[in-house]
């Protein structure tokens, strides 16, 4: 516990700042996170013989962010290119004799996909109008979620929701999810509507139904990952930050957070 306190308590110091700041800092902190995870995703399908390309995967994913960041106008263009690139690479590893070149292609793209391009919504969430006020609502609804969750599931939680993926999620934590994600969502927008943090036309009802969806999906992130480590037969994708695992440990519920959380502000609020 004492381990995990420290952690938490280092992240905070340097991710509120990069938060609140934006730009260049931001983009570091999410680069190392994302970037991080995408070494550790390789790691995982290496343990059971595949061959993603380390080179490709992680580089495909700081182009990405690069691009979605600085330049969003080339970031399809890049995206198309490193697919191109990941089938030429393989099909050179084929021609030198690995027969699963295919798979590992697939494994390779995937890599960048799931996440370098969801995770880029990260940054674009963060660049939106207000966005560090945004970022942390999203994200708050999202982690308020996992500790409703782990909170109810460990004391009542009777009916599991996935046994083969982990064991110890069940319905009564799931619940507990989309409800502490529902009601964290319309409290935060008020705390910072009443101390002027955020000035918005969003009502509780709509900071109610945004929480709810938070407290709702990123629960497959986390099961995505799960069924990656279960085939991988590995506990944690690494472990960087002690008592917490790697960065893709702490990023699984991010990746599908980030594009929910844009999306329903991009159409319902903004």
């Not at 697939?106 to 207000?130: E, F, H, K, M, S």
């Not at 046994?163 to 935060?188: C, D, H, N, Q, T």
């Not at 069924?227 to 960087?240: A, E, F, P, T, Y």
Request: charged letters at 15%; aromatic letters at 16%; one cysteine or more.
């Amino acid at each position: 516990m004492r381990r995990r306190l420290l952690t938490v308590l280092i992240m905070t110091l340097i991710g509120v700042p990069a938060i609140l700041l934006g730009g260049i800092f931001y983009f570091l902190l999410m680069s190392v996170f994302l970037i991080g995870a995408a070494r550790e995703y390789v790691h995982l399908f290496r343990a059971v013989k595949f061959e993603p390309s380390m080179q490709i995967t992680m580089g495909g994913v700081g182009l990405i962010l690069f691009s979605r960041m600085f330049s969003p106008e080339y970031a399809v263009p890049v995206f198309t290119a490193l697919i191109l690139i990941a089938m030429a690479y393989h099909l050179i590893t084929y021609e030198k004799g690995r027969d699963q070149s295919a798979i590992d292609f697939a494994i390779t793209v995937t890599g960048i996909v799931y996440i370098g391009w969801l995770g880029a919504y990260l940054l674009d969430l963060r660049n939106l109008p207000q966005g560090g006020w945004w970022f942390m609502l999203v994200m708050f609804c999202i982690w308020g979620g996992d500790s409703g969750a782990y909170s109810i599931g460990r004391a009542y939680g009777k009916h599991k929701i996935a046994p083969r993926l982990s064991p110890k999620k069940s319905w009564e934590g799931y619940i507990a999810s989309v409800v502490s994600g529902a009601g964290i969502g319309a409290f935060y927008l008020y705390v910072f509507t009443t101390f002027g943090y955020l000035k918005t036309d969003m009502t509780y009802l709509q900071a109610a139904i945004m929480g709810l969806l938070l407290g709702a999906l990123p629960t497959l992130g986390d099961l995505g990952e799960s069924m990656i480590k279960r085939q991988s037969g590995i506990k944690d994708s690494s472990d960087i930050m002690p008592g917490h695992g790697g960065f893709f440990d702490r990023i699984d519920s991010w990746i599908w957070g980030a594009p929910i959380g844009f999306y329903f502000l991009v159409w319902f609020i903004l």
